[in-house]
């Protein structure tokens, strides 16, 4: 079973379009632990139906934080580590070395993560590998496979702690 961690992960979906795509993330949230940012402008409102369809009755147990904008985001995670979701990253995200607390940045499903955040320094570009000459995946299948490689690799990574742990 999956165990909650201390710093839960953080899911930031900056300006998603599809109400079914974030309610499909809140759920993944509700049932991981992870904590929801959406950074506006959203292109639906929080309230949509289809939104709380796709979350189903889960939306209790999400922690979502909502920000106007990805300049307010930064200023009150200033010092988070960040891993910037994109199809146009270099490296892969089995390079990265999550660690809890850790955020991983999404774009909208139209357009990705605008060039400025990508460019601007506030986290490390990667990419889910794919077949050549294919454009991206599904946002909430995007994010669903980054959140368990994550997972697997903290919890992996407290599993091996343990296992070198002396038992008496």
Same mark, same amino acid.
């Given at each position: 079973m999956l165990q909650p961690l201390a710093r839960p992960f953080h899911l930031v979906l900056v300006s998603p379009q599809i @109400? @079914?795509?974030t309610g499909n993330v809140a759920r993944l949230c509700a049932v991981t632990g992870c904590r929801l940012i959406l950074v506006e402008p959203l292109g639906f409102s929080i309230a949509d139906r289809d939104l709380k369809r796709a979350g189903l009755d889960y939306w209790d147990k999400v922690f979502l934080k909502l920000y106007p904008d990805y300049d307010a985001y930064l200023a009150e995670w200033p010092s988070a580590r960040r891993w910037m979701?994109? /199809? !146009?990253a270099e490296t892969s995200l089995y =390079? /990265? !070395?999550f660690e809890e607390g850790d955020h991983l940045v999404f774009g909208s499903e139209t357009q990705g993560l605008p060039s400025d955040v990508l460019a601007g320094g506030s986290g490390t570009p990667v990419t889910i590998p794919m077949l050549s000459e294919r454009r991206s995946l599904n946002l909430s299948t995007a994010v $669903?496979? =980054?959140?368990y490689e /994550?997972? !697997?690799q903290v919890q992996l990574g407290e599993a =091996? $702690? !343990?296992a070198g742990t002396p038992t008496s």
């Open positions: @109400p @079914p795509n979701f994109s /199809a !146009r =390079a /990265a !070395r $669903g496979i =980054a959140t /994550a997972l !697997r =091996a $702690g !343990r």
